[in-house]
């Protein structure tokens, strides 16, 4: 079992859709939880983190987390072509300093 | 203020040499991590420098190694390259206690 999974994709959603994004965990200590989005070429841009169970909300993305269900999504509101990206989940978990990646989530934004 | 910055932009060895790449990270930052990405694949963490001391590393062979001068920028080094080496290498800066992670550019690696 892969330590961070998402769904490789690629997730096609039309202009001003909401996309979502999900990811599962299988390290119970994990403690912090992020988001980066990642253009083709590029390398990954911070976008959201997430420390406690709920929902947390900057500008039309939001982050959700469920410990008790090992699992964090992002949700992207008015979706816009811009946000055609591969999106990265990962997790780091209390007392270490490493981030463990999923392998990403290839969205496209069809306008 | 700078970002991270990395140099080279890209790299192209033969097999069997050795590289190195460097890393300055953003102002205010004081741990630099270094992240291997395969094409399609998630980074995986190499290891983490904070005072100058190797902090923690991941599954790694011995032939990747690394160092954080007092200025806190950072070099990785690779030796005898093996094909399966090529990749985007990522630096990635923080501070405190928050984990969160800020990445360079990169510096594409090709192994020939």
């Known amino acids: 079992q892969k330590e961070v999974e998402q769904n490789s994709g690629p997730l096609s959603v039309p202009e001003g859709a909401i996309a979502s994004l999900n990811c599962t965990y299988s390290?119970?200590?994990?403690?912090?939880f992020f988001w980066y989005r990642q253009y083709s070429g590029k390398s990954p841009e911070l976008i959201m983190s997430?420390?406690?169970?709920g929902d947390k909300e900057d500008g039309r993305f939001t982050a959700q987390l469920n410990k008790a269900s090992q699992y964090v999504s992002l949700l992207i509101r008015d979706s816009q072509p811009s946000d055609s990206a591969t999106y990265l989940c990962?997790?780091?978990?209390?007392?270490?300093?490493?981030?463990?990646f999923g392998q990403g989530t290839r969205l496209t934004i069809n306008p | 203020d700078a970002g991270v910055t990395q140099s080279p932009t890209h790299l192209i060895k033969t097999r069997g040499q050795q590289v190195t790449l460097r890393c300055s990270p953003k102002?205010?930052?004081?741990?630099v991590s270094w992240y291997q990405q395969a094409l399609g694949q998630g980074p995986q963490f190499i290891f983490q420098y904070y005072e100058e001391e190797e902090r923690q590393r991941g599954n790694f062979p011995d032939r990747f190694s690394g160092h954080q001068f007092p200025n806190y920028s950072s070099e990785l080094n690779v030796n005898a390259l093996l094909l399966g080496d090529s990749a985007l290498y990522l630096c990635?800066?923080?501070?405190?206690?928050?984990?969160?992670?800020?990445f360079g550019p990169g510096t594409r690696l090709t192994v020939t």
């Open positions: 990635a800066t923080g501070w405190g206690p928050t984990y969160e992670q800020y």
């Open positions: 102002s205010g930052h004081d741990t």
């Open positions: 390290d119970r200590g994990s403690q912090s």
């Open positions: 997430i420390y406690s169970n």
């Open positions: 990962a997790v780091n978990r209390q007392g270490a300093q490493k981030l463990v």
